[in-house]
């Protein structure tokens, strides 16, 4: 059973605490809003994270929900959630990157105790709070110049439990698509770093382009009230249809800067070798072709006009 509060939060059994959390080390001081709902019953600990990219807006509004409708009578164990991790990034509107170091923070996990912003950030998730937990989801959804089909990940980390527990929940948060990577290929992202402890985790994606749409949201409530069944934290949720299983993701990424022109769109079938977009610079001269190495689905793509060398423009899902 893991932790039953967070620094200075400790609710009473069947209560629930919030406030801010500060980064120890960062300055400018790094604050994150926190909320920790302790069922009445004894459990297990789920850890939820969202806003680790600032404009991710979706799913901050769905954990924010998720919490204050847990029915903490009937839950056991513990939910503590991450309201927002990104909160530098927030009010300056940062895509991807935070402005402190104007590094990915999902992309620097298990971090650095004594690192630039973005690694001490990771690090002390890493080390107060998801290592320290029984569960671990990560909540994004297509940043300000993304779209993408809704989908989940789990990594392989051939621990047999926790790689069963992960896929379940994983499977339990997508109405759509759920991908099972290698550790190797998702190393410095949140979920991929809790999983390699041991820990089961998972990264649940729903929603786009800086919009708080109904069915996003609700999409990312779902799928948390399907994790609390997973670890049987609650009921189980009515049965839903099962997500397509993918084989692969294949991220297709700019060799040049300049601007995207796209020529498919999310959720086309391709095929492999046909052309899917152009890259071109300012005077509409083609730089490079871009080309699916693979057949599959169109299931992330970049929508804004601005790409900057070595940036991902796709993403194919393989079956």
């Known amino acids: 059973m893991g932790i039953q509060a967070f620094q200075d939060l400790s609710p009473e059994a069947g209560g629930m605490a919030r406030g801010w959390v500060e980064v120890p080390g960062v300055e400018p001081a790094w604050q994150l809003p926190v909320v920790v709902v302790r069922g009445a019953h004894p459990g297990p600990t789920l850890a939820i994270t969202a806003g680790v990219h600032a404009c991710e807006y979706a799913p901050m509004e769905a954990v924010r929900r998720f919490v204050l409708e847990v029915d903490r009578s009937a839950l056991h164990g513990t939910v503590i959630a991450i309201l927002q991790v990104n909160t530098p990034g927030f009010y300056s509107r940062t895509v991807f990157l935070n402005p402190r170091d104007g590094k990915n923070i999902n992309r620097v996990f298990p971090g650095l105790a004594d690192g630039t912003a973005a690694e001490r950030v990771a690090a002390f998730l890493m080390r107060e709070l998801a290592a320290k937990a029984d569960a671990f989801v990560d909540c994004h959804c297509g940043d300000m110049v993304e779209a993408l089909i809704p989908f989940s990940l789990w990594t392989r980390t051939g621990d047999p439990e926790c790689d069963s527990v992960s896929q379940r929940m994983a499977t339990a948060y997508s109405d759509s698509m759920v991908f099972g990577g290698p550790l190797q290929a998702n190393r ?38 399907g994790v609390l069944g997973v670890l049987g934290m609650a009921p189980a949720p009515p049965l839903r249809p099962a997500p397509q299983v993918m084989g692969d993701e294949i991220w297709l990424s700019a060799s040049n800067s300049g601007f995207f022109h796209p020529e498919v769109q999310i959720g086309d079938q391709v095929a492999t070798g046909q052309k899917v977009g152009e890259v071109r610079d300012v005077f509409g001269v083609p730089l490079e072709e871009v080309v699916a190495p693979q057949s599959g689905v169109v299931f992330v793509m970049l929508t804004g006009l601005a790409v900057t060398a070595g940036e991902a423009l796709l993403a194919i899902g393989v079956p």
């Open 188 to 225: 410095g992202m949140a979920f991929a770093e809790v999983a390699a402890l041991g820990i089961p985790a998972m990264l649940g994606e729903a929603g786009q382009q800086g919009v708080v749409a109904g069915e996003a949201v609700e999409a990312h409530l779902r799928g948390l009230r």
